[in-house]
């Protein structure tokens, strides 16, 4: 009991803990509102609309000559479990936006889901190396139920913000509620301010 007790009290203590987090150690929980999708990469595509110049789509080929970049650092469920010092590899939002060109007026994201699933972001959370498009956890390509042959990935947000089956972001000049904001989540989501639902 008291070993349990000093474990507990260290692990939320744990500086890379936002408020009324705990480590789920390397247990990543599986959070899905919709069936799983069977996806081959042969057939995915990735678009990027909206107010953009170049509305632009790669394929899975297309997407995996980018140049790549990795993620390394924590993610963070509102459901309260976060896991802290994993890795993501997958290509920057940047490239994405830049290629299609982001019109002046742009100021949010809707991301959409194959599944119809969407999550609304500030465009400010995607851009300047906090976003990607990822398709491997920890070097092994990501499994179907944790939103593979790719995801979004916005760690610095509660993970609700990364779609899985990621297949569309689509620019806008107003905010358009996705699927948990219109059920009650907040709009932008950041962990540090417990930003968890509407009002917070
Ligand atoms: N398409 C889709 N993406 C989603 C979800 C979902 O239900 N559908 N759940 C979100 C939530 S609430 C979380 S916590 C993470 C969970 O990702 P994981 O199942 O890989 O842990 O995915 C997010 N992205
Ligand atoms: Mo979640």
Known sequence: MATRGFTGRRRETDPRLPPGQYDTGRDWPVLTAEVTPNLRPETWTMSVDGLVERPSTWTWDEMHALPQSRYEGDIHCVTTWSMLGTSFEGVSVDLLLEAAGVRPEAAFVLATSTTGYTTNLPLADVTGGKAWVAWSHEGRPLTPDHGGPVRLLVPHLYFWKSAKWVTRLTLLDHDV??????????????????QRYQGD
């Open 177 to 194: 509620q996705g699927f948990w904001e219109r059920n009650g989540y907040h709009d932008r989501g950041d962990p540090w301010t417990e």
